[in-house]
């Protein structure tokens, strides 16, 4: 769209048309894909869905990021630590969980409990991982979150499989450095109506006093609403849980 009357003269670039565009790979001119090919590019032609949040607050402070910024070495520091951090919160509520499920454990011919002769459960690994690190009250003092989904263990003696975990970890550092958890969460789609999942989208000012706090989408068995969750010291404090 161009003021003013139209300059005969001016050159003008070719129209394209849209279909050229959204046709996928190996589609004829009328943008059906071949059959033999249908299969192959429908999971690598899905577009991924990036989530902006936007405040519509006039008269709120000026946007800023809250992005705490670090050197790659740093950062692959701090992705150590949360794993290792995340491992030891998965290895504390298995344990704990099994201890709940399981009566007292027999005594072998050793002498020893079955539990201790069976030795600690392994080191969880991890897939999809994603770190963020945020400096939400402008101090300098990093707050952590870490996304991740535990890989698929190997059947049991019975048969049964379980379900990867799907974990959410909140951290931040004290005056030693050291990382202290705010928060921790694990889910799998057969618990949603327990915990839900949780998926960060960003660091906003939701209340305008200046200070970031951290948006959340989460997904239960009843759908997906959004979460506000301002971090303290200690933990995180809920200012809004929406229902799906």
Known sequence: MRRGKPDASAHHEPVTTFEALDAAPGATSTGAAKPDAAGKESAAAAPQIVL???????????????????????????????????????RAQTSAATKEAKPTPKKSSSGKSASKSAGKSPTPAFDDVSLRIFDLSNSNEPVLVLSARTQPPAASATGNVEEPKEITLIARTNLEGELRKLFFSQTDSRHLDVAPRLELIDAVDADGDGRGELLFRRTNDNGSAYAIYRVTPDGLWPLFEGTP
């Not at 949040?53 to 950062?75: H, L, N, T």
């Open 52 to 90: 902006i949040p936007a405040i519509s607050d006039a008269g709120g402070p000026d946007p800023r990021p809250y992005v705490y910024d670090v050197k790659p070495a740093e950062a692959a520091i701090y992705r150590n630590q949360m794993l290792d951090l995340a491992a030891t919160q998965l």
